[in-house]
């Protein structure tokens, strides 16, 4: 007798089909030797799907999809969606008093960003070439090797870098959150005042040796600066707080089988 690895999805009859499973589990993360929890999850959410769209049906609702981004528009289902659950939930306003205690419980989160005065040097190369970006590592290494973490020794070997930046000792003045790509920044914030990278990084645009010639922190922020993220923040939360009990509501009331929608 064949048994089917992951049984059908059936919620109130409807059943929901095993391609469309399949497709949404691209969309979930699992680990590799588990790829079942992403089959899984992606029935949870294809299943709370159908939930909503059923609840939306039986209530007569109807919406026009709604242009979300330049380019990106809602379908038919997710516009039905929301009306529903622009009908069915109701978030109370969230006072002052509120916005007020979760400043207070920790001001120190609330900063401006950070600036970094940084140099480095590159060793450009394509990561995707694998001997080429051998090549480019080996030069590197015996770049940083010899560098004594002096500031003006830096900039001298730094003439030797394929950035532009060679001609101004490296330098690349002050940078903030997002103004190099995440692998350089992840590097950067490891380190310390003064400090040089212990070993080559690399990135997409080859391999760098980076200083941190100085950091001025970001500044706690006054209350009434942040007073409208944290009031969004605060609305957001009790709304996703609201739609999950909504839809467990409908599922104490629903047949389905083949899906959990417990935590996964």
């Known amino acids: 007798m064949n048994i089917a690895l ?14 469309a499973i399949a497709a949404e589990a691209q969309n ?11 089959w899984r999850k992606a029935a949870q959410a294809l299943a709370i799907r159908t939930l909503l769209l059923q609840e939306a049906r039986a209530r007569g609702l109807t919406a026009e999809p709604e242009e979300l981004a330049p380019g990106r528009v ?29 400043w ?10 950070p600036l970094w005065d940084v140099s480095h040097i590159l060793c450009a190369c394509d990561p995707r070439d ?29 003439r030797e870098s394929d950035c532009g930046s060679k ?7 002050q940078l903030g959150p997002g103004d190099t790509v995440p692998e350089f920044e992840a590097a ?3 380190l310390s005042e003064g400090a040089t990278t212990p070993a080559p990084v690399l990135s997409r645009h080859g391999w760098h040796i980076i200083r941190l010639n100085a950091i001025a922190p970001g500044q706690v922020l006054p209350f009434e600066a942040v007073r409208p993220k944290i009031a969004q923040a605060l609305e957001k939360a009790a709304w996703t707080r ?17 899906a959990s929608l417990a935590s996964i």
Do not use: W, Y
């Open 130 to 158: 694998a001997a080429e970006s051998a090549t480019a590592e080996a030069r590197v290494k015996a770049m940083l090797a010899r560098l004594d973490g002096d500031a003006k020794g830096f900039a001298l070997a730094a």
């Open 167 to 173: 001609a101004a000792g490296g330098h690349l003045g």
């Open 6 to 19: 992951f049984p059908d999805v059936v919620v109130n009859g409807e059943t929901i089909p095993s391609a």
């Open 242 to 258: 609201a739609s999950r009990d909504f839809i467990e509501a409908l599922a104490k009331g629903a047949e389905i089988t083949g």
């Open 74 to 102: 809602e379908t038919g289902d997710e516009a039905l969606i929301r009306a529903l659950l622009d009908e069915a939930l109701s978030i109370a306003p969230v006072a002052d008093a509120e916005v007020q205690a979760e």
């Open 104 to 113: 207070a419980k920790d001001p120190d989160r609330f900063r401006s960003a």
């Open 188 to 190: 950067l914030r490891d």
């Open 28 to 38: 979930h993360t699992a680990p590799r030797d588990k790829p079942g929890i992403a």
